[in-house]
């Protein structure tokens, strides 16, 4: 090996980590990604019973589908939610560094858990196009991407969907939405997203995708205002559902 392909080498290893990220174990040849088998295997996916609704896990022994406490009192645009795994541990933490670190190689694994369960949940038969839950120019700018708009090209990409970015955009810089109860984010949420065209939403089926579905209101306004637009149904769908 000449010094090149050495420095080539070390300048690989520093962005793409040979431990796991999370107990830096040395990863083996089989396990793709930057986590190890036994960090993966902590992973809680939501497994029914889950709310039809918005996907909250229920702790019990419910055989018939059923709607929570949570969304008893709420209508949400959306026909329903779906979300890949409880947001805690090693997912909540992977979407954390995703986001704001820009650790891009975490990326194949949040795409990894959306997609199976989106496949396990969703019909694509009956699905359209995929939409991203947009960011408002400027924190795009700072972040450098949009975290919807790339778990939305691998779903694509898996499901063979059309994704349709920069149709639904955000007009109005929220604050961010953490310390918020549900209303709050209402509040916040209201008038903050909006349609360029007219008519490209008309009769479509809709996935609308996020990373985490905390109370459900970012999804929920995204898909009023999809809904409003003409659209025929709105699934949300998220890799982590915070509870
Ligand atoms: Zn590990
Ligand atoms: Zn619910």
Redesign the pocket.
Known sequence: MNAVQQWVERAIGLVYPRNCLFCSTALVEQERGVICAACLSTVRRIEPPF?Q????PFAGAVTESF??G??QNLRFAFARAVCGCRAEGIVRESIHRFKYNREMYLGPHLAEWLIEAARQWIDWQTVDVIVPVPLYPRKKREREFNQSEYLSTSLGKHFDRPVLAGQLHRVKDTITQTALDAEQRDRNLRKAFAVRRAGVFTGKRLVLVDDVFTTGATLNSCAKVLRRAGAYSVIALAVARGT
């Open positions: 709310c609704q918005c996907a909250s709607v929570c949570y969304c």
